[in-house]
């Protein structure tokens, strides 16, 4: 049985027409409903009713998140594998749950769980993966989400759906088949990326990134021998920092948070910003992984700061041919307004609102 805090969670389907071994694999659950289809996440986007309560095997890249769902398929047309959020994204995504927790209106007919080695090795590998998605392959039967057309008059269309806010087609997993235990330690396989936030910031403002067709031809022309200055991460992170001093890349006007700072002193002093003696006006390198950098940008006055994400993603090493040749690409950046070291934390005034034209 899995464990408690993996109740619910969110499937990115990946690597169409790639299987994985089955190792130490226990036959396929029985079932009277027919055989087991295999199928692929372009498959289940494209034709989701094809597959609606048909018990399925899928080959998946598998993400936990709060209220979070997403997919992945590198052999996917670009609009189906992009890792970047868009709230212009009327496209469903996968909400999966174990049968053992499956508990929705209206869903029946699913297997029961399969308790074995193979499901308590994708637990004790999702728990090593820390924020990087583990693969398996598994089965287990789709639901897949109404359209608006079929909701009950009166209904809301959005919730036609399973999961967070009926956002999702939803997957009931009966059984894993095998688990992926080898991952390349240069390649990132988050299903998403975020800019990190400092203690002594109290707004956050998103800049865009290059899109992934973007991405996608930029490792083409590397894999040509041009353009191989992107296999340095500091000189793809200098690219994107020029890209949004210029005003390129950003969300106008978008402001993603900004924290209240309490008016009693002693709590405003969460936000005290430690001594730093970091250049100003330099790109400096804020935190290094084999596949991940952070580089920070700090204005004059200490009071901002340009946080850029550069990283490189596992689905573009089939496009590369190998991870040696995977390009890094900007993949999150932000502009954060801080208070600046010594300066005593104490709420901002805010801006006055103006009435809506008339």
Known sequence: MPPSGYQTVALLIGLAGVSLPAVGQVGPPETSRGPIIDTTVCQLRSSPAEFDHKLIRVNAYLSLGFEEAGMHDPFCQASSSTNQRSSHDEERHFWVEFADHADHEGVKG???LVDDAQLRKFFDVLNQRDGQMPRAVLIGTFYAAKTPEDT?????????????????????????????TQYLADLDYSPYWSTPEPRSCYSHETYSV???????????QANDGAGLWRLDPMSVAKEQLDAMRIGRFKDTGWLDWEHEIPEDPERARYFLASPDARPTETLVEASSQSFRKTYE????D??????????????????AGSSAKVIWAPVASARMTCFAP????????QEPVEDPPR
């Open 210 to 220: 290059p899109t992934d067709a973007e991405t996608r031809s930029w490792q083409k």
């Open 297 to 300: 940008f700090i204005t004059p």
């Open 302 to 319: 200490r009071k901002a700061r340009l946080i850029i994400v550069v990283a490189r993603p596992y689905w573009l090493e089939e496009l």
């Open 152 to 180: 009950e008059v009166g209904k809301i269309s959005f919730l036609s759906g399973y999961g967070h806010m009926g956002c999702c087609h939803l997957f009931v997993v009966s059984q894993v088949e095998s688990v992926e």
């Open 110 to 112: 699913f297997l029961p």
């Open 342 to 349: 010594g300066e005593e934390p104490r709420p901002q005034p």
